[in-house]
């Protein structure tokens, strides 16, 4: 038994022509052309993350560490900082000619001159040889001639490297200096 209304009408024959290869063809350009596009652009981006990456890998493993810091007492005033650093654990080395070195108090804010307010030596070397670049192992002195600082009062010293974090350093002068020459201030 046959339902009424399904006679089907059975076409077989294939529409193939010029027409149809010619989209055929054209989806397969625009397909292959934002192949390309995706692939350059990733291609950008990829480079673009790796020299991110290097530069924050610079930033990060080149810090100093401020070791101690310890004021000369002259005149009832601390009027020189000897300031301890060295380069943190798998740092890269610091070219201290490149050191900026910012001294703030009460008063004023002022970037110290290096060999006039600011000098630098090598308390200890890992190759012997001291050569004006703090490599890991090394230990530098900054000797830091500032204005004086009296009793009680604040100041903050920055050390920035050319590469790397900036160091920031409150010191705090002591109620008294019960007449000593040299008066630790951190640790």
Known sequence: MKAKGTNLIKNEDADVGIGTLIIFIAMVLVAAVAAAVLIQTSGVLQQKAQQT???????????LKIISVVGSVNGGSIDTLNVLIEVSAGGNPVDISKLKVKYINSNSADFLTSGVTLNYAEDRTV??????VLSP????????????LNVRETATIQIIPETGSMVIKDIVAPATFGGKAQYQLFP
Do not use: R, Y
């Open 53 to 63: 990456g290097k530069e924050a890998t610079a930033e990060v493993s080149s810090n």
């Open 127 to 132: 190759d012997g040889d001291p050569t004006g």
């Open 137 to 148: 192992g090394d230990l530098g002195k900054l000797t830091l001639t500032i204005p004086p």
